[in-house]
């Protein structure tokens, strides 16, 4: 009678534990969204303040041209809005005025009005300086704070008006 009862327990005992062991899920590991490797050399500002280094005032597109053109931008912790992607379906998002085509569209998906997203691109500059606004190419959108940009070192600016 003892010795039944000592199994029982043990099985309950096994059981419970096995039960405790197969409950927990493993934990999982999330790679970085991919992004080319020059992107991590890159500036932090926000569009509005970008924008503003180009057209805010009288001569101040031509400085603007020559130290902003052709350098990658980080935008971070933007909301997702309708204005952003109102032209979602040709794989370009507007942040403020800046026309942004991504090279990773489908990351969108993951993303509902007012979320908030990371943007990282290459500023090609205005199409037309007679007209406000900057076209970026090869954005890609990421999770808020997914990857730490600008890479250690690259420091943070405001780009000035």
Request: aromatic share 12%.
């Amino acid at each position: 009678m003892l010795t039944r009862k000592v199994l029982t327990l043990t099985m309950g005992a096994v059981m419970l534990l096995l039960c405790l062991v197969g409950g927990c899920k493993p934990k999982t590991f999330t790679a970085p969204p991919y992004i080319p490797s020059g992107y991590y050399d890159c500036i932090e500002t926000l569009p509005v303040d970008l924008v503003h280094a180009y057209f805010a005032g009288y001569g101040e597109i031509w400085s603007a041209l020559e130290n902003y053109n052709d350098k990658v931008f980080v935008f971070k912790n933007l909301l997702v809005d309708e204005w952003m992607v109102y032209e979602l379906d040709k794989g370009i998002l507007w942040l403020d005025l800046i026309k942004c085509y991504l090279a990773n569209p489908e990351a969108m998906d993951n993303y509902k009005l007012g979320d908030r997203i990371d943007v990282v691109g290459f500023n090609q500059g205005p199409d037309n300086i007679k007209v406000t606004g900057l076209t970026f190419r090869d954005c890609y959108v990421l999770p808020p704070g997914a990857i730490a940009l600008p890479a250690e070192g690259n420091g943070q600016i405001n780009v000035g008006y």
